[in-house]
């Protein structure tokens, strides 16, 4: 039997036999996962870091990311609670959430590897799906509100460094790319095949022109005739 002595905080933590584990290997945030050893139940730790994680600090990304998936997980809950993962806790000062721990659950993924799809599953995403966008659409929403939430919920950070990594990096040779050694080959014929940067030239020079051909076509309405002619005689001049 042991001897009394006043708890501190570490003699807590060890007395309520709780264990860590980071357990994210994504490319944004860290992960981690807190568990009671006796009951097995555990909470997930989310902590977004000032830059993007499977890059380093040369590469800088705003914290808010988090406040915005907060949001956005109330949100959902508001709607489709069925189908959410909790949030018990959001620190906006320390970047992190507190969520539900889903790991006694299987990934949908790793079942349909398997072989398997789970009955009813493609009808309750359906539904989560059809009830978050509907009451974030223009259907449900006034004009007023869904500006405020498109203020709100914008990342634009986030965004730009999607494009790069999905739509620029991986069409000439960038030093974020990893390519195995054996694949190369093939990685430096994509990079020299015309029509292939032909494609990405015209998306970049869409990109670009996006927010000015919007506003010409918001001040002169267009039937969608003239709407696909206007479109194609932009993609000519590129």
């Known amino acids: 039997m042991s001897h009394y002595h006043i708890f501190s905080p570490e003699h807590a933590l060890d007395y309520a036999r709780l264990s860590v584990a980071e ?24 902590q977004a870091l000032p830059y993007i994680r499977s890059v380093g600090e040369s590469w800088p990304l705003t914290r808010d990311r988090v406040r915005i998936e907060a949001q956005v997980l109330r949100c959902h809950g508001e709607h489709c609670p069925e189908y959410r993962v909790a949030l018990l806790h959001h620190d906006a000062e320390q970047s992190v959430l507190l969520l539900e721990d889903l790991s006694a659950m299987a990934l949908w993924r790793r079942t349909l590897i398997d072989g ?5 599953a493609a009808a309750r995403l359906g539904d989560y799906l059809a ?4 009451h974030g659409s223009d259907f449900h929403l006034s004009s007023p509100r869904k500006r405020a939430a498109l203020a709100r919920f914008g990342n634009p950070e986030l ?27 093939m990685a430096e014929w994509l990079w020299r095949d015309s029509l ?25 309405p267009l039937s969608p005739a003239r709407l696909r002619r206007r479109l194609e005689q932009e993609i000519q001049r590129s």
């Open 23 to 46: 357990v994210g290997d994504g490319n944004l945030n860290r992960v981690f996962r807190v568990v009671d050893e006796d009951s097995g139940r555990g909470v997930i730790v989310k």
């Open 159 to 185: 965004c730009a460094a999607t494009e790069a990594v999905f739509f620029e990096h991986p069409y000439r040779d960038h030093s974020c790319n990893r390519i195995a050694q054996g694949l190369r080959p």
């Open 131 to 134: 009830q978050v966008h509907y």
């Open 116 to 120: 398997f799809a789970p009955a009813g």
């Open 196 to 220: 292939l940067n032909e494609v990405f030239a015209l998306w970049r020079h869409c990109r670009e022109r996006a927010l000015l051909l919007g506003r010409k076509l918001i001040m002169q």
